[in-house]
């Protein structure tokens, strides 16, 4: 690890074991530091560790036996955040963190975050495709196309005077009237879009 932690796009078939128990794909990364002589696990160790990992990120669960596929997306994402919290973290990168979550988990992942940042100091390198997550948790951003930055800076700096087209594409898995609610708070997007020259606004509900 050396401080570096990645949480993957896809939590369910890059990031977690889905047939194992919280317990498992918590503490994956520490089995040889819960073990008694290297290689026999101390089951009581495992747990608690478990469990205290799992309270830094409100992790919602029936107990750390559960199995990880049972678990609701948001809290799925919380399972990859308690690992990373498992050595000390410098480092953390992310891919798409929030991709797929209702409005309520998003917003769960975002504290999440903030904490990281507050509490231990962390620094988050992280890949989104949601502006306003991007306007929240960032002090800097990149816009790529293709694989190329187009513009960096600081935020409120860039999202004044971004200069080139970009498309802002969101993603709604499921239509409740929840989530249109949410997508209705995206509306000063639309203010943003105003002041940048160029600037194309794509809304995709699949």
Not at 67 to 72: C, P
Not at 147 to 174: C, S, W
Not at 178 to 186: D, G, R, S
Request: charge should be positive; aromatic fraction near 6%.
């Amino acid at each position: 690890y050396h401080g570096v932690a990645f949480i993957p796009e896809e939590r369910r078939s890059q990031g977690l074991v889905l047939s194992r128990s919280i317990n498992d794909n918590i503490t994956l990364p520490q089995l040889r530091h819960l073990s008694r002589s290297g290689w026999l696990l101390d089951y009581r160790l495992e747990r608690t560790t478990s469990l205290n990992l799992g309270q830094q990120v409100r992790l919602k669960s029936k107990n750390p036996e559960q199995i990880v596929r049972q678990l609701s997306g948001g809290n799925q994402q919380k399972v990859l955040f308690a690992r990373a919290l498992a050595h000390p973290l410098k480092l953390l990168l992310l891919d798409e963190p929030t991709i797929g979550l209702d409005p309520i988990a998003r917003r769960s992942v975002w504290e999440i975050l903030k904490k990281l940042k507050e509490n231990y100091d962390v620094t988050t390198l992280m890949s989104t495709h949601y502006m306003e997550e991007a306007e929240i948790l960032c002090d800097r951003i990149a816009i790529m196309e293709k694989g190329k930055i187009l513009q960096m800076g600081r935020t409120h700096t860039l999202v004044e005077h971004a200069e080139n087209p970009y498309n802002i594409n969101f993603y709604a898995e499921d239509v409740s009237s929840q989530a249109q609610n949410e997508l209705k708070k995206l509306g000063k997007l639309r203010n943003v879009a105003g002041k940048l020259s160029h600037f194309e606004m794509e809304l995709k509900i699949q």
